[in-house]
């Protein structure tokens, strides 16, 4: 007990000084300051092509998306619309239409970038409410034109005893900004 207290009265009474060069000009032992980013410029693309869907029937089907990152406060978020799983034969026999949210995971911009999505929307061949999401990957290939790689899982549900899951690979040709 009394080693304790001893301890106890050491630390007490003990106390910090300051280096008299640190003490004389405040300003100068401040941590430097990294100097603020640039706002994010506003980016985004446009991309038609088509996708391998499972779920269902497996087929070939055509896919696009519009993609919409404002920049500024909004940072890396950002809106995507897409057109996903309209059937070829007999020409847009059945699809989906969704709106989303997405945010920019990773990047090299402007030659690589990985983008995540959150969607809803309304199929058709039977009308039925969507929900889904998935990972978006461009890659520039040559200026503003790249290609997008676009795997997506969604719940299509026209009741509840007869929703299923639809996962689309998606390969489209893309104008990247």
């Given at each position: ?171 489209l040709g893309a104008l990247l900004?």
């Amino acid at each position: 007990m009394r080693r304790a207290l001893a301890i106890a009265l050491l630390l007490a009474s003990a106390r910090a000084s300051a280096d008299p060069d640190e003490a004389a000009d405040p300003v100068e032992a401040a941590e430097p300051v990294e100097p603020a980013r640039p706002p994010r410029p506003l980016h985004g693309s446009l991309g038609a092509g088509g996708a391998t869907v499972f779920g269902g029937a497996d087929r070939l089907t055509a896919a696009g998306a519009i993609d919409v990152l404002p920049g500024g406060r909004f940072g890396k978020w950002g809106l995507i619309g897409a057109y996903r799983d309209v059937e070829l034969r007999p020409v847009a026999g059945h699809g989906m239409l969704t709106l989303g949210v997405l945010r920019e995971a990773a990047g090299a911009r402007p030659r690589l970038v990985i983008l995540l999505h959150a969607d809803l929307g309304v199929a058709w061949g039977p009308t039925a409410p969507v929900i889904g999401g998935g990972v978006k990957t461009y890659l520039g290939v040559i200026g503003p034109l790249g290609l997008a790689f676009d795997v997506t899982a969604h719940v299509v549900a026209p009741s509840i005893d007869d929703s299923h899951v639809v996962i689309s690979l998606g390969m489209l040709g893309a104008l990247l900004r």
